[in-house]
T-cell receptor, first 112, second 110 residues
Framework: DTAVSQTPKYLVTQMGNDKSIKCEQN?????MYWYKQDSKKFLKIMFS???????INETVPNRFSPKSPDKAHLNLHINSLELGDSAVYFC???????????FGSGTQLSVL | DAKTTQPPSMDCAEGRAANLPCNHS???????VYWYRQIHSQGPQYIIH???NNETNEMASLIITEDRKSSTLILPHATLRDTAVYYC???????????FGAGTILRVKS
C-alpha cells in the first residue's frame, strides 16, 4: 500500500483553467503538507494542515486553496492557472515531533 | 530556523563510503538536524535526524560535531541507487516547517 498517494501524476492544462490535485495518506498522521518544486528544483512549503486545521500558509497566491475534508486527505485546488504555476507539487504527511515527513511521488503540472 | 551550507555536488565510487558535509554554524540548542534525499523524479525521502548525539539507522549515520556547527551524513557503502540530491535541514523543536535548501548532488560511479 502506498503511504502517501497523489493524483493525478501528470496534469497538462491551459492557462486560465481551474484544476485540483488530490492527496491521501494511510499512515494515520495528523499533519499534512503541500510543497512546490519549481524548474530550479527548489522545494518550497506552501501549506500545512494539522487535524484539518490550517497551521502554515506561506506567501502563496489566493488562487491556491487547500482543502482538508478529514485528516487523511489534503487536496489542492488552483484557480485561473498561470504559466508560472508549472511545477511539481508534492504532498507529504508527518506525525508528532520531531516530524519525519513522508512524501508522495509528486504531480507534475504543466500550464500551456 | 538556522541556515545550512552544503557543497553543490560530490562524487563517490560505488562500494565506498560517501561522506556528505553540512555547515550550520548559526544552529541553536533547540534545533534538530535532518537529512533527506531526493532520487530523480521521486518525492524526498527521510534519511535520519539528530539533536546532539551521533545517530545511526539502517540507511546512514549522522555525525554532529560537539559544537553542533556542522554535521556529516555517512552512507557506509554507497551504491548506484544512492545517486540523488541530499538535503541537510535544521528545524526548531516544536516547529513543523522543514525548509529545503539547494542540497548536494551525490553521484555514485561504478
Amino acid at each position: 500500500d502506498t503511504a502517501v498517494s497523489q493524483t493525478p501524476k501528470y496534469l497538462v492544462t491551459q492557462m486560465g483553467n481551474d484544476k485540483s490535485i488530490k492527496c491521501e495518506q494511510n499512515l494515520g498522521h495528523d499533519t499534512m503538507y503541500w510543497y512546490k518544486q519549481d524548474s530550479k528544483k527548489f522545494l518550497k512549503i506552501m501549506f500545512s494542515y494539522n487535524n484539518k486545521e490550517l497551521i502554515i500558509n506561506e506567501t502563496v497566491p489566493n488562487r491556491f486553496s487547500p482543502k482538508s475534508p478529514d485528516k487523511a486527505h489534503l487536496n489542492l485546488h488552483i484557480n485561473s492557472l498561470e504559466l508560472g504555476d508549472s511545477a511539481v507539487y508534492f504532498c507529504a504527511s508527518s506525525q508528532a515531533d520531531p516530524p519525519k515527513l513522508f512524501f508522495g511521488s509528486g504531480t507534475q503540472l504543466s500550464v500551456l | 530556523d538556522a541556515k545550512t551550507t552544503q557543497p553543490p555536488s560530490m562524487d563517490c565510487a560505488e562500494g565506498r563510503a560517501a561522506n556528505l558535509p553540512c555547515n550550520h554554524s548559526t544552529i541553536s540548542g533547540n534545533e534538530y538536524v535532518y537529512w533527506y534525499r531526493q532520487i530523480h523524479s521521486q518525492g524526498p525521502q527521510y534519511i535520519i535526524h539528530g539533536l546532539k548525539n551521533n545517530e545511526t539507522n539502517e540507511m546512514a549515520s549522522l555525525i554532529i560535531t560537539e559544537d553542533r556547527k556542522s554535521s556529516t551524513l555517512i552512507l557506509p557503502h554507497a551504491t548506484l541507487r544512492d545517486t540523488a540530491v541530499y538535503y541537510c535541514i535544521v528545524r526548531v523543536v516544536g516547529g513543523n516547517k522543514l525548509v529545503f535548501g539547494a542540497g548536494t548532488i551525490l553521484r555514485v560511479k561504478s
